[in-house]
């Protein structure tokens, strides 16, 4: 790739930048919104059922949407600084549609009052509704204007990397299985990125066909489609949006670590087969949302279990023993990146074994839609996606030393670690006492026991929530010293 | 056997094996983090990951088959559970449950049935369950709180869900798919004789 000038490395740094403040100040906002439900279903705030299930809808979307738009971003940072050109007016389109999206999305939940949930499970959004008929229609249009945003996004990214790499297979790794050495050596971070963003493409596929069967059903209220298609598009979409943003996480994890441990991470014929069964992996592994939809065909179920278990080789026997290999007796120096990454892979592992489980048919007949599946997915988000974000956001914007001498920065990655995998033990717990998701309060379960450790569990989690916060806000203070300074140096240079 | 089956649930099997796998992701953090200012050639130490990685691949792919092997031969789907002793026809809507002995020999909407029910213990029921307005979830609990089955309950389709109480006593049904505002408040009731 050509080398790029000054004046367009600033250019894609600005837009990072930009990009950065937004996911920052998003952030501890949709913290606060589970803060409340927690609250409410600890019986110690009282906001009203309307408000909790539009407060949800609001916290899932919003979460969804911002960490993947958080890690694309880092991903078109990455990739435009040293790999391909990408072209900043594209970046700039995603950017300003996302925030639209945004816009709509608040203005359709805060102000519409729309609670029909993240995944607007078909036809909720149309029947017994407790919002207008506006808020509806404003929330399928800011969910196109936003799906179509990440589809151009992802399809630029995709089609700019195979030119550079010569082709689809390419990018994909293809040439590592043929018995000579490639030409080209492939970066990791591309393989990574292909094996995200295109899997991303069909999924923001399948989110356009059931946003447009949508659309329909709302300006034809007599049209009816059917409700299994209907959800097996709305989880291809929304199960692997959510594991595409944690894979591209990992793309810039292999990319950066190397720069702290000066061990390589390199593609090797190994790696392309990991990640191309991860490539398929990623695209059944939905399945099992729908494990308690017995009328699915039952090579669907099976289909389901296979894909999410032998998804654990890939990640593990080869990504996490991969992170092992470079800081095994690397003899480094522990600032919040490297730190933040490692702890981030063991966050992913122990949210993935807590997954295989629940993608177990036999257990998920128990554990299905109980507390087990936010606290399993919040461990990804939270003790993974999120600390990887940290990661590169710390990375970026401050130099090695710098971050070394940082202790309030790393004291307030600590309170934030530790508070989180409280929090998240809580959350598992719950799913352990058979405490059902998405309730706004426990006061309608007939069984008082099982009412009351609902009630307490929510509780205290709430104490967790408040110390994830405090932490979030300490490591803010050097992140928004930083991201606000002009002419910042960061590690990529 | 009693001992047994009453230790080995769902919950203890997901909460021990969860626990166990979460303590060994601890370790190996805490032990990187504690042995990493030890210095070691570059490619000694790879090569010592490295080989660690075959016994565990090797290991791994065991407990995979193992896991599917054994797990799939506990599938809550009625080809697996025999013939039924009693046929329940059950409708979900918002938000409440129509609950009657029989086949549905009406559409939902005008199937009547109602939010209490009673059958027998030790034999073997079949719920047929769809809804008539939006997604729901008939999930079972016990008097102790423990959910023992659950099924999806979706317009358009009908789940047999293929189930025998082993117990005598009440035991409540809560809707566990997001259904919109009384949710939570969505609660039928089974009388176990």
């Known amino acids: ?493 | 056997m009693r001992l047994l089956t009453t230790l080995f649930t769902v919950q203890n099997f997901a909460a021990v094996t969860s626990f166990i796998a979460a303590a060994l992701v601890v370790a190996v953090v805490i032990f990187l983090i504690v042995t990493s200012q030890e210095d070691e050639d570059k490619a000694s130490a790879k090569h010592k990951v490295y080989s660690l990685r075959g016994k565990y691949f090797f290991v791994l792919v065991i407990l995979i088959i193992a896991g599917l092997f054994t797990s799939l031969r506990f599938l809550p789907y009625d080809t697996h559970k025999g013939t039924p002793d009693q046929l329940i026809s059950v409708v979900a809507m918002q938000w409440a449950w129509k609950m009657a002995e029989g086949p549905m020999d009406k559409n939902p909407q005008e199937f009547e049935g109602t939010n209490e029910i009673t059958v027998p213990s030790g034999k073997l029921i079949q719920f047929a369950v769809t809804s008539m307005d939006v997604n729901h979830n008939f999930a079972v609990y016990n008097s102790k709180g423990d959910i023992v089955t659950q099924t999806q309950a979706m317009p358009g389709y009908t789940n047999r869900l293929n189930f025998r109480f082993q117990e005598p006593g009440v035991y409540h049904v809560l809707c566990l798919e997001y259904c919109g505002l009384a949710h939570g408040f969505m609660v039928g009731k089974i009388n176990v004789n």
């Open chain 1, 1 to 493: 790739m050509k080398e790029l000038s000054s004046i367009e490395i600033n250019g894609q740094r600005k837009l990072v930048k930009i990009w950065a403040i937004t996911f920052l100040v998003l952030f501890p906002v949709l913290i606060t919104l589970g803060l409340l439900m927690r609250l409410n279903q600890g019986e110690v705030l009282d906001i009203g059922i309307d408000n909790f299930y539009v407060f949800m809808t609001l916290h899932g979307l919003g979460m969804a949407g911002v960490m993947y738009s958080m890690a694309f971003a880092g991903l078109w940072y990455l990739l435009s600084k040293k790999y391909v050109r990408l072209n900043l007016k594209t970046g700039y389109f995603v950017y300003f549609a996302v925030l639209i999206g945004v816009v709509g999305v608040t203005i359709s939940t805060l102000i519409g009052k729309f609670g029909a949930g993240w995944y607007l499970l078909y036809p909720l959004p149309f029947k017994g509704t407790f919002w207008p008929g506006w808020s509806t229609l404003l929330i399928i249009i800011s969910l196109v204007i936003l799906g179509v945003a990440w589809l151009i996004g992802n399809i630029h990214v995709v089609f700019a990397l195979a030119r550079e790499y010569g082709g689809l297979g390419n990018i994909l790794g293809w040439q590592y299985f043929g018995k000579k050495e490639p030409e080209r050596e492939l970066p990791p971070v591309v393989l990574i990125s292909a094996v995200s963003l295109i899997p991303g493409i069909l999924a923001f596929i399948a989110g356009a066909i059931f946003l447009i069967m949508y659309l329909l059903q709302n300006f034809e209220p007599g049209l009816t489609f059917d409700n299994l298609l209907v959800k097996n598009l709305i989880f291809f979409f929304g199960h692997t949006l959510v594991n595409i943003t944690l894979y591209c996480c990992l793309g810039w994890v292999y990319t950066i670590m190397p720069e702290y441990t000066h061990r390589e991470w390199k593609v090797n014929k190994l790696l392309v087969w990991a990640w191309s069964g991860t490539f398929f992996f990623i695209l059944f592994a939905y399945f099992h949302h729908l494990y308690m939809d017995f009328a699915q065909p039952k090579g669907m179920q099976y289909a389901g279990q296979l894909a999410s278990y032998f998804s654990a080789i890939p990640a593990t026997a080869v990504t996490m023993f991969g992170m092992i290999a470079q800081v095994y007796h690397a003899k480094l120096k522990w600032s919040i990146v490297p730190l933040a990454f490692l702890m981030g892979v063991a966050g992913w592992a122990i949210g993935g074994f807590a997954a295989i489980i629940d993608s177990t048919i036999a257990l998920n007949k128990i554990l299905h839609n109980t507390l087990w599946v936010p606290a399993h997915f919040h461990t990804y988000m939270l003790g993974g996606v999120v600390l990887f974000i940290l990661g590169y956001l710390f990375y970026i914007t401050h130099s090695k030393e710098e971050l070394l001498k940082n202790n309030m920065a790393k004291f307030g990655f600590w309170s934030f670690l530790l508070a989180a995998h409280g929090f998240l033990a809580f959350f598992y717990s719950g799913g352990l006492y058979s405490i059902p998701r998405r309730y706004s309060d426990y006061k309608g379960i007939p069984m008082e026991e099982t009412h009351n450790i609902g009630a307490n569990i929510a509780a205290v989690s709430t104490i967790f929530i408040s110390f994830v916060l405090i932490g979030l806000l300490i490591m803010y203070v050097s992140l928004f010293k930083k991201i606000l300074a002009k002419n910042t140096q960061d590690g990529i240079i």
